[in-house]
């Protein structure tokens, strides 16, 4: 067994905990008022952004202000189904749709 790469459920749950308390913060609420997701830069109403971990819990991450981030509900969808390479080809494609 790899312990680095172990992330046991108490340390999920407890970030889980903290990112639903980092939601009734001031600094969330000011982010999502905003109304723009953080990986397809879209604007939404802010009810319909959620919380969304850049690097996920289960890989480590952590529910910092860092590392949380607003993301509309296809982006965090996305983000769900597809593997770490292909969300890059995901976000690689939203960038270049941006620029051209
Ligand atoms: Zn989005």
């Known amino acids: 067994m790899d312990f680095n790469f172990e992330v046991d459920e108490v340390t999920i749950r407890r970030e889980r905990e903290k990112a639903r308390a980092l939601r009734k913060q001031g600094w969330w609420q000011n982010r999502i008022a905003k109304g723009v997701c953080h990986y397809c830069e879209k604007s939404f109403p802010p009810k319909e952004l959620t919380l969304d971990h850049i690097v996920p819990l289960a890989r480590g991450g952590r529910s910092t202000k860092g590392n949380c981030v607003p993301a509309c509900k296809e ?5 769900k189904d597809l593997l ?8 690689q494609h939203l960038k270049d749709a941006i620029e051209s």
């Open 84 to 91: 770490p390479l292909e969300w890059e080809e995901y976000l």
């Open 75 to 79: 982006c965090n969808n996305r983000k």
